[in-house]
T-cell receptor, first 117, second 114 residues
Framework: AQSVTQLDSQVPVFEEAPVELRCNYSSSVSVYLFWYVQYPNQGLQLLLKYLSGSTLVESINGFEAEFNKSQTSFHLRKPSVHISDTAEYFCAVSKNAGGTSYGKLTFGQGTILTVHP | DTGVSQNPRHKITKRGQNVTFRCDPISEHNRLYWYRQTLGQGPEFLTYFQNEAQLEKSRLLSDRFSAERPKGSFSTLEIQRTEQGDSAMYLC????????????FGSGTQLSVL
């Protein structure tokens, strides 16, 4: 079985400051890693994912995450946040076993990012 | 396409009553997932359909819960004899058949059991 721990339940930051949302996972098998974001009154949306290859993955809106296998981490970072980044962020994993296991996600508890002006 | 649609958005019921939720996935998506999310927690996997076949069920899905996906289109999730512990947000997601296609989530149905 897999488990995901998001170390911070809430992260308040000021606009244009850097931010890091921490995620650690546990799994006995190889995994895929994801970050999902939920904006107020909207459904979960995929922000970025690590499947294979380069351990640094980026989103279209400036977020990046780095897969660190030795530390079993997948922290999310952004060098300069905007008010519009205020949302809840979820780290998730699924077994890297192909086929139907891909969409069976194990989520962390979520981190609420609040960006203040 | 308007994305994954879930109805109703909110449902309030009394303990012991039966409730049914509906999910309409993105039309060309063959895979459909149900998740449950309680306050302060991330979503938890409940069950998964490939077309009309229910391929996996979580141990969280007690025998009071049943999900169907007739004809591989929309899906329903029914909870019989609801309990207060069933209060949660029920999320539906869909994806295409290609390996590693991303999931699209609906906005969910918020169930409150009084």
């Amino acid at each position: 079985a897999q488990s995901v721990t998001q170390l911070d339940s809430q992260v308040p930051v000021f606009e244009e400051a850097p931010v890091e949302l921490r995620c650690n996972y546990s799994s006995s098998v190889s995994v895929y890693l994801f970050w999902y974001v939920q904006y107020p009154n909207q459904g979960l949306q995929l922000l970025l994912k690590y499947l294979s290859g380069s351990t640094l993955v980026e989103s279209i809106n400036g977020f990046e995450a780095e897969f660190n296998k030795s530390q079993t981490s997948f922290h999310l970072r952004k060098p300069s946040v905007h008010i519009s980044d205020t949302a809840e962020y979820f780290c998730a994993v699924s077994k890297n076993a192909g086929g139907t296991s891909y969409g069976k996600l194990t989520f962390g508890q979520g981190t609420i990012l609040t960006v203040h002006p | 396409d308007t994305g994954v649609s879930q109805n109703p958005r909110h449902k309030i019921t009394k303990r012991g009553q039966n409730v049914t939720f509906r999910c309409d996935p993105i039309s060309e998506h063959n895979r459909l997932y149900w998740y449950r999310q309680t306050l302060g927690q991330g979503p938890e996997f409940l069950t998964y359909f490939q077309n009309e076949a229910q391929l996996e069920k979580s141990r969280l899905l007690s025998d009071r819960f049943s999900a169907e996906r007739p004809k591989g289109s929309f899906s329903t999730l029914e909870i019989q004899r609801t309990e207060q512990g069933d209060s949660a947000m029920y999320l539906c997601a869909s994806s295409g058949d290609n390996l590693e296609e991303k999931l699209f989530f609906g906005s969910g149905t918020q169930l409150s059991v009084l």
